[in-house]
């Protein structure tokens, strides 16, 4: 079998750098908008009260370093309100579970963030400052994450 392989190839136009540029900014901003599409809008309800959560979390693990029992009934209405907005977030639909799936991870109590973090807290009676100084800054930047991806949602 004899393939025939013309002296001449086509000429293709050159493309310009500024046109490849342009190319891949279309496909960026069209990828972008499909996954903002799988997405629920931004709520500026569920915005403002992780921000709340988040200070109100970060409050309470200034107490570890002393004895559990003195903060138990606080810690208990603060998973409460998560629980409360859990669920709301649960209500808000489908496009939703990225979100609702980084709160369950965040108070798991059998995890390192937060649930984890009262855990210990409860089991050892108070933690040091040091400890407590460490949890914090790891808790503080998921509860961010959350903060920010509900930021990021089409308003």
């Known amino acids: ?26 496909a960026l901003v069209s990828l972008s908008s499909c996954v903002a599409n799988r997405m629920v809008p931004h709520d500026a309800h569920a915005y403002q009260e ?33 629980e409360t907005h859990i669920d709301y977030e649960q209500q808000r639909g489908e496009k939703n579970q990225t979100t609702v799936d980084m709160w369950k991870l965040l108070m798991n109590p059998s995890g390192n963030l937060f649930g984890g973090f009262l855990n210990k807290w409860k089991a050892d009676g108070q933690l040091s400052d ?26």
Do not use: H
């Open 1 to 26: 079998m004899n393939l025939y392989f013309p002296s001449r190839l086509p000429a293709f136009p050159t493309l310009s750098r500024t046109t490849i540029r342009l190319c891949w900014m279309i």
């Open 50 to 82: 992780g921000q709340a959560l988040k200070n109100e979390a970060l409050n309470l693990m200034s107490m570890a370093n002393r004895p559990y029992a003195e903060s138990e009934a606080k810690i208990n209405t603060f998973q409460q309100r998560v």
């Open 130 to 155: 040091i400890l407590v100084d460490q949890f914090k800054r790891e808790i503080g930047n998921n509860f961010n994450k959350i903060i920010s991806l509900e930021n990021k949602k089409k308003k």
